[in-house]
């Protein structure tokens, strides 16, 4: 089989430059479809998430007790690093996925927890309710989330703990500008 000529590349010149205009070899290959078959791959994932959108409460009240088995075992066991690793991929996750199934709260929480576990120097020396309060914050907003009044409660909340994190993390990083220079640097805060 022959194949086609290449058409010519086009030159315009101007008075003070060139414009060169190759062709579309990809327009050969091109389907036009009718406007009633067009596929929206938008609508089609927005149509997904709300077929699944049941299950969102579930999935976040199964995070929710993923991330308190994984501090009951820091509890029990003290920081070893299988059980910190746990308990940050535990809030990690709620961050990234809290926002989409709809606890745009708890992801702020569990953002606040996550810059605790990265940037405090010994873990041992946060203040347990530090943990506690975030991880409680988690599950309250998790458990209370369909009430109304609970929303802007919620936000607030994260607000609160994220401003005490920050807190103790400048607190605690005084002497390490790396670290200090990261929690000082402005961040959206999930859920705002």
Not at 99 to 127: M, N, Q, W, Y
Request: net charge negative; charged share 30%; with cysteine.
């Amino acid at each position: 089989m022959a194949k086609d000529k290449a058409p010519d590349i086009e030159v315009k010149a101007y008075a003070t430059h060139h414009v060169i205009t190759q062709p579309n070899p990809l327009k050969k290959v091109l389907r036009r479809v009718d406007e009633k078959d067009l596929d929206d791959p938008i609508a089609r994932a927005e149509a997904a998430l709300a077929g699944l959108s049941g299950e969102f409460k579930s999935w976040m009240d199964s995070e929710a007790g993923r991330l308190s088995a994984a501090y009951a075992t820091i509890q029990k066991d003290g920081f070893t690093d299988d059980a910190c690793d746990e308990l940050f991929r535990a809030a990690h996750d709620i961050k990234g996925d809290a926002a989409t199934f709809g606890f745009p709260s708890a992801a702020a929480a569990a953002d606040s927890l996550c810059r605790i576990i990265e940037h405090a120097p010994d873990l041992e020396k946060v203040p347990a309710e530090l943990f506690t309060h975030h991880i409680n914050a988690i599950q309250a907003i998790v458990r209370d989330h369909t009430l109304l009044d609970t929303v802007s409660t919620a936000r607030e909340l994260s607000r609160r703990l994220r401003k005490v994190a920050d807190e103790y993390l400048v607190h605690v990083n005084r002497d390490r500008p790396e670290h200090l220079e990261a929690i000082l640097a402005p961040s959206i805060v999930p859920g705002d």
